[in-house]
């Protein structure tokens, strides 16, 4: 392995894969790439729609957890879905997996309030990752169970280990004379990219938008990353399928054409037009020349920088906490309160504060940290705040390290009164303002609000996250308490990109996770602040990488001095 990307393993473990509750650092990534046959029909006028997400399981409490989903593929009983699921594989560790299948109807992302509702549930599958790689060629076949006397389906999970390969490749397609396939109309035509794997089975990476109503569509260009087209081998061949797209899903064959990476390096010109052949059409028709053609437009090549690039160019990541005091919490001075100071435990504001902080302050040279508070009346005069630094100087409301923080919430909880209403606008755009000031790449902000959830001005903070994703930065909510959450899981945009005022999130920046869900039965502390960690800074890395990629900045060289182990100069805040 080059050094490079051995620094990138070793650094990228202890970032995103470093399991700080096993200690063990993954053998290798594997893609999961999922399928299902004969699926249940729920709908009346038209196919399922169906969508599976992935459940992973914890070694110690046993409780599932969410991975991800897949797409919805509209009207089908038979999907091959695009987006794959990439896990760390441990050899020694059983890594116990759930898939469940939906019929989604709705647009709610809350799969939880109906997890076997007649309507949406499709069945689910339970195996390891070991049982899926230890298949032939890695690829395991199994019955969807789950719905009592009914035939649900299989599921097709295949696996395959990602290559080290960080290029992408960025591409653009046309086609000329495509067959006809509309009876009122002409085609509406996509293309489908499959790779082939080692046993002659193709396995789908890419599928383009639809071109409405033409024969000689000029697709969107689209990137891909190398290894999900190839994985590393430039001669593996590409099958490109093109389909006339119905709204009922029967979409209708026009023809394929093979290609392989190699040759699409070769870029626009005559090696790169394919004809497009339907094999049944040629043997019904004599006359048969092809199904028309496609023609690649352009083609190139760039390496994908990863979150450790940035961070050893110089990349400062600003970490502010913002801490819900309004009076729903409770009286800090009673037990029952969700601020009450336990002299012999930290309160659950404490331990997120503290779980998430010691992580990131390691990414911030100087560790200073503003530290905010919201929802409360301040001293003297009694006037309500939504963003009053917890240090109490306005003009200086930083905190010196995680202690720092801990010790200002300490003393705020002395002298505010809480009160309300929730508001999180203002300590949104408090972040943006500096974020906005700070657009080349050298710094990245990121916000941790910890709340108990009831909040009062959803509409604001919308408009304020669509905002913020333009910007460098990112936010992380942590709920904690036994409130009713979703107004939070809809401000998370995993799965339905956030909105307001018509206009859509440019990236998704906002993660959000329940306090509860990570308590250890067993009173263990230390575990539970170490999986909350873990699970809130997951998608951190890929927020920065989204950022500069969208507004192409490239990492910094690494500085000399860094490159021989002593510290980076600091940037000033």
């Not at 504060?353 to 940290?369: H, P, T």
Request: overall charge negative; aromatic content about 10%.
């Amino acid at each position: 392995m080059e050094g490079d990307d051995m620094d990138k393993v070793e650094a990228t473990t202890t970032v995103r894969d470093f399991d700080p509750i096993s200690g063990s650092i993954p053998a290798t990534k594997l893609e999961i790439t999922v399928s299902c046959r004969n699926l249940l029909d729920r709908d009346t006028f038209s196919k399922s729609d169906p969508l599976v997400v992935l459940y992973t399981q914890g070694v110690e409490c046993k409780q599932w957890r969410e991975f991800g989903r897949t797409e919805v593929i509209d009207n089908t009983l038979n999907p091959d879905f695009v987006r794959k699921f990439i896990l760390d594989y441990f050899f020694e560790e059983k890594q116990n997996l759930r898939f469940d299948v939906y019929d989604v109807d709705s647009k709610s992302p809350d799969l939880a309030k109906h997890p076997t509702d007649f309507n949406d549930f499709l069945g689910q599958v339970h195996c390891t990752l070991g049982e899926i790689v230890g298949s032939p060629a890695s690829r395991l076949e199994k019955s969807l169970g789950g719905i009592p006397g009914r035939k649900c389906g299989t599921i097709i999970l295949s696996a395959e280990e990602l290559g080290n390969c960080r290029d992408c490749a960025t591409m653009q397609f046309c086609a000329n004379k495509l067959d006809k396939k509309d009876f009122f109309g002409k085609s509406d035509p996509f293309m489908v990219f499959y790779r082939s794997n080692e046993d002659g089975t193709f396995t789908i990476c890419h599928k383009t938008e639809v071109m409405k109503n033409t024969l000689n569509p000029v697709w969107q260009a689209f990137s891909i990353p190398v290894r999900a087209l190839c994985n590393g081998d430039y001669e593996r061949t590409i099958k490109v399928e093109i389909y006339d797209w119905d709204r009922d899903g029967s979409h209708d064959f026009i023809g394929e054409f093979t290609t392989s990476y190699k040759e699409l390096c070769r870029g626009q010109g005559q090696s790169n037009v394919y004809e497009v052949m339907n094999a049944k059409k040629k043997l019904k028709k004599k006359r048969y020349i092809n199904s028309g053609t496609v023609s690649l437009l352009s083609f190139s090549v760039e390496s994908e920088h990863t979150f450790l690039d940035y961070i050893k160019g110089g990349t400062q990541i600003h970490f502010t906490v913002a801490i819900d005091f309004t009076a729903s919490n409770g009286n800090p001075s009673q037990s029952t309160s969700l601020h009450y100071m336990n002299p012999y435990q930290m309160n659950a504001y404490a331990m997120a504060l503290k779980a998430v902080g010691e992580i990131i302050q390691d990414y911030d040279s100087d560790k200073m940290f503003p530290a905010l508070g919201f929802g409360a009346k301040l001293p003297p005069d009694g006037r309500v705040s939504h963003e009053f630094p917890l240090n109490g100087n306005t003009e200086n409301p930083y905190c010196n390290g995680m202690e720092g923080i801990l010790e200002a919430y300490h003393q705020s909880l002395k002298t505010v009164q809480l009160y309300g209403p929730t508001n999180f606008s203002p300590v949104v755009n408090h972040v943006a303002r500096y974020a906005a000031a700070m657009q080349d790449g050298s710094q990245y902000f990121v916000l941790l609000i910890i709340t108990d959830g009831v909040i009062s001005d959803m509409a604001q903070t919308k408009e304020a996250i669509v905002n913020a994703a333009k910007l460098p930065m990112s936010i992380i909510i942590v709920g904690v308490g036994q409130a009713e959450f979703d107004a939070m899981v809809e401000l998370d945009g995993d799965d339905i990109r956030i909105s307001s005022r018509g206009k859509m999130a440019e990236r998704d920046i906002v993660q959000f996770v329940p306090f509860r869900d990570y308590m250890d039965r067993t009173g263990n502390h230390v575990l539970s602040m170490a999986r909350l960690a873990k699970d809130v800074l997951a998608e951190i890395p890929d927020q920065l990488i989204s950022y500069m990629k969208s507004r192409g900045i490239k990492p910094n060289p690494v500085p000399a001095a860094y490159a021989t182990g002593t510290q980076p100069p600091t940037n000033p805040v």
